[in-house]
């Protein structure tokens, strides 16, 4: 599959900039938005079309980059969805976070009109997004992820392959529970800390030279520190990926605590008004029953 013409459905704080890396690699680009084509995709040349099937009419694979479980299947299967404009060959890639046992049937659905199907979520966020090195892990059939390997290496710095179709979405899911947990703990950690009248920045610092480093304490402890929750990812997100990480856990018969504990707090996050703060927004969760906010004399 060399240069496909290429579909981008879902144009927002993720989707928008990997429509644009897209056309940097110099593929076609047909996008639908339901607020819209943004400027900045118009700017680098991503063509509106005025639905999810024109879109797959103009394009050999088409991408999605949607909020939920029930978005992707309106987008796909709804009026006017993608499936009304597939044809034999197209390839449909998911790159939105939803529950991985949605994706056989989703895939099965467009396996009837000879399309192909990938459910390939990604991390890294709206920095990620931006530069063009996301993590993309895959499930589907690989001979399907080699042929859009290249697309996908527009968009992503790492491309993993994991196994049959909803297993790129259960990593992904593996992938937030982590996230939620490391979040939650550098909350804790450098509310703790400044509470008991320590330097957060210089505590921060120091972690980081040791085995408590990690990204996400670089990047989100820096955020928490300096109070910027501008949305990178919505604690709505997360609280939605989390909830679907419960309820696959729950139909295997298996606790994840910890997964369980850090929903809560997003949720105190949202008591809070804070379903649009980013999701190192977490902090002022713990701060709240900490009665004392990182940085606070």
Known sequence: MTTPRTGFIGLGIMGGPMACNLRKAGYTVTGYSRSGVPAACREAGVVAAESPAAVAAASEVVILMVPDTPDVDKVLFGANGVIEGVRPGTVVVNMSSIS???????????????????????????????????????????????????????????????GPHGTGQTCKLANNMVGAMTLMAVAEALTFASKAGADPVRVREALLGGFAQSRILDIHGNRMIERDFAPGFKIELMQKDLNNALQNARAMGMAIPGTATAQQLFSVAVGLGGGQWDHAGIARAVEAMASHAIGEA
């Open 100 to 162: 991985p046992s949605a994706e056989p049937a989703n895939a099965a659905r467009l396996a009837e009109k000879g399309a192909e199907y990938l459910d390939a979520p990604v991390s890294g966020g709206d920095v990620g997004a931006i530069a063009g090195t996301l993590s993309i892990m895959a499930g589907g059939k690989p001979e399907v992820f080699d042929a859009v390997r290249p697309v996908l290496a527009s968009m992503g710095k790492t491309l993993s392959h994991i």
